[in-house]
């Protein structure tokens, strides 16, 4: 056994490990079913516990740059998901958590998907982090896309730091996607032993197209989902191996999650938000509220669980809080958390609510901060439908247009399924929330209520 290599307290390693589509119920310690996630269920058991903790927006562009900088993605014009052919992305005026750790002479990585901007400008590379090794965007905006049309998106690159290496990701690549991930993180994590490192390990998977290594194929019983799965959870496991062979573990601050809720038209290559309503794409619970667990043996209490909310914007500044760095001078929309981290006695969320944005710069829903009540805006959203079979294979079905034609008002303490529309016995807790989203409107905007932008809005880079 090596000696635990400690820092200064203020300066622990940093690991973001952020999964793709990954549902609120697919984790072993969060209600999955069938197959087993012992690395996962072990980081929870040897950490804590976020049962609710939530994404700025339910899709991949928009979540990365709430992660990433601390704000919600309509502040900074970043909205869905960004294909091939954008032409913008992540500005250079931003500060992500790699730029704010560089502050205390971090070294830092980025692995696997960005989704921030494919262009060269816009890369890990030019925003903080000293190297790359990933996919530009989601694995599923490649040619071999069976619901495109023919040509739809170009060939699917690989790029390590600012050049392509591969021009051209197969499906027998993305066999091994998970495994190259990981080894990646790996070295990075024993080359920078000797000081301290952020690496934010962003998971392809669970996002379809769903594949696994031939060591994997058919180890869960439970289909191709379950196989992806375990293998996600092995990667996990490496990572806590390599930081506990090289004495890193006890100042290694590791934060779980998944960049929204599952993608549920696709049936059982989808994974399970469990018993919040919805998925992926929505601002019900199940879009946006995702399995969150962090470890640091030396700060954080093991064994221990949370219901007090919290959202990804809230991880830049609660690091800035930890190190001791500068925020940028531009306005985020995070707040210190740390109280809530470090399981301190009474510890209570700071924001007065939190918005949910999502299509255009549509405001959908807002929270209390201390994440009791929410309420659903009027909006149309998308749901599957309950009269035709789940989607088999990997072929999706159709979703089907529901609108909420009036506020509805939910109490997630006794209702996290959103099922019992209270709005008509609290009409207080109705005008208290209509308030914040009166004010957040005129700072970003809404374009349900023809508000294109508001006075706080932020341009992409271009």
């Given amino acids: 056994m090596l000696p635990q290599v400690s820092f200064a307290a203020s300066t622990p390693n940093i690991v973001v490990i952020f999964m793709d589509d990954m549902g609120y119920a697919d984790v072993g310690c969060f209600g999955a079913q069938g197959y087993q996630t012992p690395n996962i269920d072990k980081l929870a058991t040897e950490g804590r516990k976020f ?108 790029i390590e730091n600012d050049h392509v290496v591969d021009e051209e990701v197969t499906p027998e690549d993305q066999t091994h996607l998970t ?77 779980f999650s998944s960049d929204n809720g599952p993608w549920l038209s696709y049936g059982d290559h989808a994974g399970s938000a469990g018993p919040l309503r919805e ?31 919290m959202m990804t914007i809230d991880v830049l500044p609660t690091i800035a809080h930890v190190i001791d760095a500068k925020l940028p001078k531009h306005k985020i929309d995070g707040l210190n958390c740390w109280p809530i981290v470090a399981g301190e006695t009474d510890a209570q969320n700071p924001h007065d609510f939190y918005a949910f944005y999502y299509e255009n710069n549509q405001l959908q829903a807002i929270t209390s901060g201390d994440g009791r009540w929410k309420l659903q805006l009027p909006h149309t959203y998308r749901s599957l439908p309950t009269d035709i079979p789940k989607a088999t294979g990997g072929t999706p079905v159709n979703y089907k247009a529901t609108k909420i034609e009036q506020a509805e008002l939910y109490d997630l303490y006794t209702d996290i399924s959103e099922s019992k529309n209270l709005a008509a016995q609290n009409s207080d807790e109705v005008a208290k929330l209509q308030k914040h989203a ?25």
Avoid at 241 to 248: A, E, R, S
């Fill in 179 to 255: 495994n190259d991930y990981t080894e990646r993180g790996v070295r990075f994590i024993e080359k920078n032993k000797d000081k301290p490192f952020f690496l934010y390990l962003a998971h392809s998977m669970v996002h379809v197209p769903l594949f696994m290594s031939d060591k994997f194929k058919g180890k869960s019983g439970k289909g191709i989902f379950g196989d992806v799965m375990m293998e996600v959870d092995w990667s996990v496991g490496q990572i806590m191996n390599t930081l506990k062979k090289n004495g890193l573990e006890e100042n290694t601050w590791i934060i």
């Fill in 438 to 462: 009166e004010a957040i409107r005129a700072e970003l905007g809404d374009s349900l209520m023809k508000l294109e932008k508001g006075t706080g809005t932020r341009e992409a880079g271009r």
């Fill in 279 to 309: 998925g992926k794409g929505t601002c019900w619970e199940g879009g946006t509220r995702v399995a969150g667990i962090m470890k640091w043996p030396a700060k954080i209490p093991a064994g221990t669980t949370t219901d007090t909310m």
């Fill in 51 to 158: 049962t609710n903790f939530h994404v700025a927006q339910p899709v991949c562009s928009a979540s990365r740059t709430a992660l990433l900088t601390g704000c919600y993605p309509n502040r900074l014009g970043i909205h869905g998901a960004l294909g091939p052919s954008a032409k913008h992305g992540i500005n250079a005026n931003e500060m992500t958590i790699a730029e704010l750790v560089k502050q205390k002479g971090y070294a830092t990585a980025a692995v696997g998907k960005w989704h921030l901007g494919s262009l060269p400008q816009f890369l890990p590379v030019k925003h903080g982090f000293d190297e790359y090794y990933g996919i530009p965007y989601s694995n599923d905006m490649w040619p071999f896309h069976p619901q495109a049309k023919k040509g739809a998106y170009p060939k699917l690159p690989m």
